[in-house]
Structures are given as C-alpha cells and as structure tokens.
T-cell receptor, first 112, second 114 residues
Framework: AQSVSQHNHHVILSEAASLELGCNYSYGGTVNLFWYVQYPGQHLQLLLKYFSGDPLVKGIKGFEAEFIKSKFSFNLRKPSVQWSDTAEYFCAVRGGYSTLTFGKGTMLLVSP | KAGVTQTPRYLIKTRGQQVTLSCSPISGHRSVSWYQQTPGQGLQFLFEYFSETQRNKGNFPGRFSGRQFSNSRSEMNVSTLELGDSALYLC?????????????FGPGTRLLVL
C-alpha cells in the first residue's frame, strides 16, 4: 500500500524567507505526485503536479517541487514566502491506478 | 468551466439521524471521489465512482455509502450518525488519461453532529 509522510506539522517563517516542505512517499512503481494548498476558509487547490518528464515542476504562485526518485521524495519549495502563503499544504501520491493518498498536511504560518 | 460544487455547504444533525450530501463534478469529468477531512486524521479516502460504478472504497464502515448518476453527479449518504462523523466532506472530480489523473476539489460540506 502506498503512504505519504510530510516532515513538519507546523512551520513558521518570516516574510521573504525561503520555504522547503518535505514529502516522502512509499510506492515501488510509477507515481503521480501532487501538492495541494488549503488557504484559510477556502477549498483545496492544486499547486502543482508531476506525472513524468522533467523532475523539477513549477506551479502557481511561484512554487516549485522536485521529484527525486531515488529518495522517494517530492519536496515543495518557494524562494521567498509572503504573508498570503499562510495556509495548510498537502502532499499527495497516486501509485499506478490506485486512489490518491494524502499526507497529514503542513500548516505554514508566515509572519509579516 | 465551472468548478466542483457541493451542497449543502453546512449541515447540523443529531446522533442517529442520516444525511445525504451532493456533488456536481466539473463538466466532462466522469470520476468522482469523496474524502473526509478532520483535524486529527487529515484527508481520508471514502470512495470513488466512475461511470456510475464504485471503483474504489476506503476503510470506512458500511454506514457510509455513495452512488453516482448517469450525469456524473454523485451523492454520499451517512446513516445512523455518530459524533465522530463531524467533519468536512470533500468531493473531487477528475478525468483520467492513462495513468495520469488530477483531482479537483469542491468547497466541501461541513457536517456537525450533535
């Protein structure tokens, strides 16, 4: 069975700091990888996704993620966070034709 | 295209009652999945429907059921509600091409069981 682990439950940063949220998954075959974001009071939105090809994927709002197959990782990065990035971030994986499995989420608080 | 819509947005029920939640997928999407989101457990998969057939089912008791109609709209039902069923119920629709599939989520229905 596939599983997803997000390294941090809570992250607090100051504006302009760099962000890296860790995500590791377990699945031996081909995977689809996703990062979703849930802003306060809003619904879950897709930030970026990886299916195949270039392991460095760019998403909306300046976010990017790198798929490292050998490490089973798909870490999310942003060079300079803003107060508006305060939200909960979810990593998700689908292995083969299975269902989507989510990590427990990382709550990011950006202080102005 | 309009996004995924869910009704109602908020619901208050008492223990023992039953509830039906509705989801309308993005036009053209034939797959609908349901999730339960709680602060302690995060997002947990309930079930997935494709062309009116349940394709996958999560580890939830039989009190949780669902169905999909010919127009791809989906409903989920929870019978004999328990306090622990209080949660945000999310619906997602998707379109699969080979092994590539992206789910798009609705705003959710927040259920409070008293």
């Amino acid at each position: 069975a596939q599983s997803v682990s997000q390294h941090n439950h809570h992250v607090i940063l100051s504006e302009a700091a760099s962000l890296e949220l860790g995500c590791n998954y377990s699945y031996g075959g081909t995977v689809n990888l996703f990062w979703y974001v849930q802003y306060p009071g809003q619904h879950l939105q897709l930030l970026l996704k990886y299916f195949s090809g270039d392991p460095l994927v760019k998403g909306i709002k300046g976010f990017e993620a790198e798929f490292i197959k050998s490490k089973f990782s798909f870490n999310l990065r942003k060079p300079s966070v803003q107060w508006s990035d305060t939200a909960e971030y979810f990593c998700a994986v689908r292995g083969g034709y299975s269902t989507l499995t989510f990590g427990k989420g990382t709550m990011l608080l950006v202080s102005p | 295209k309009a996004g995924v819509t869910q009704t109602p947005r908020y619901l208050i029920k008492t223990r023992g009652q039953q509830v039906t939640l509705s989801c309308s997928p993005i036009s053209g999407h034939r797959s609908v999945s349901w999730y339960q989101q709680t602060p302690g457990q995060g997002l947990q998969f309930l079930f997935e429907y494709f062309s009116e057939t349940q394709r996958n089912k999560g580890n939830f008791p039989g009190r949780f059921s669902g169905r999909q109609f010919s127009n791809s709209r989906s409903e989920m039902n929870v019978s004999t509600l328990e306090l622990g069923d209080s949660a945000l119920y999310l619906c997602a629709s998707s379109w699969r091409v080979g092994q590539e599939e992206t789910q798009y989520f609705g705003p959710g229905t927040r259920l409070l069981v008293l």
